[in-house]
């Protein structure tokens, strides 16, 4: 066994590393994205008994779940959008194990966010960040803090006024500097989607999905405790389900970082 795993088990117990959840509870109550009237919409989780140590199954416990692909903290596949449906590996069983994996870049927008609920990350942020805490590496995951999480109240996390949601999300120039510039694996937000709530209206729509997904990036929606990572030194693991020919899927994202 390679040393530095067992490194790595040893500061765990020691306390030095610390494992962090960036997953949402997945339930009845998870919020799901709401879309206009035209275009279907996606169902939440839902989860029936089939046996609870009774007659259906004296002595053991299971139930049926069902749940949209893209539901509570998920995944999104480059095959989730059109600019990636001809890609090679753009399913959650197809792509490589390993590109689930990779560094944490966390750039911290709390304040932005909070004076702006539509507030956009851009390329000059980016940049800015950049000049404080060094270069993006490639094949790393963009993690935008925003502290919209702590929204406790599904109406306050999705924020839908008239003219539709608000929630941050990113200028095209920052997905196109990522996905181009700096090759990361892909960004992970803590809204409901990775694009900003008024990202239909903008003049490339959802520039996030189409500019990320059209370069076989991926995304990670509803994230969580973003505010406990540093903004580098830690890993993030976010392995979607194997589901086949799969779009996205729910999972649990785990982060390792210095104590
Ligand atoms: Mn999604």
Redesign the pocket.
């Given at each position: 066994m390679s040393n530095v795993l067992i490194q790595l088990i040893d500061e765990l117990n020691a306390g030095r590393l610390k494992l962090i959840d960036l997953t949402r509870p997945l339930g009845p109550k998870t919020p799901v994205i709401e879309l206009p009237p035209m275009f279907a919409s996606s169902p939440g989780f839902s989860m029936q008994t089939i046996s609870r140590y009774d007659a259906k199954g004296p002595a053991w416990y299971w139930n049926t779940i069902n749940v949209g692909e893209?539901t509570g903290t998920?995944f999104?596949a480059p095959v989730?959008w059109i600019t990636g449906k001809d890609l090679s590996n753009n399913t959650c069983e197809t792509i490589p194990a390993r590109r689930f994996v990779g560094p944490a870049c966390v750039i911290d927008v709390s304040r932005e966010a909070a004076a702006n609920p539509d507030f956009l990350l851009t390329r000059e942020r980016i940049l800015v960040w950049e000049a404080q805490y060094g270069r993006i590496p490639a094949n790393s995951w963009v993690l935008v803090r925003t502290d919209w999480s702590k929204r406790a109240d599904s109406k306050d996390f999705l924020n839908i006024s008239k003219d539709g949601p608000h929630n941050p999300g990113f200028h095209r120039s920052a997905s196109e500097f990522l996905a181009k510039e700096r090759d990361v694996l892909g960004v992970g937000v803590e809204a409901v989607?990775?694009d900003a709530g008024q990202a239909g209206t903008f003049d490339l729509p959802f520039p996030s999905h189409s500019i990320m997904h059209g370069a076989g990036k991926f995304?990670l929606?509803s994230l969580c405790n973003l505010d406990q990572l540093p903004p580098t030194g830690a890993i993030v693991i976010a392995a979607p389900l194997k589901i086949v020919d799969g779009s996205?899927s729910p999972l649990r994202v785990l982060a390792i970082a210095p104590a």
């Open positions: 893209h998920h999104d989730h989607g990775t995304g929606a996205g």
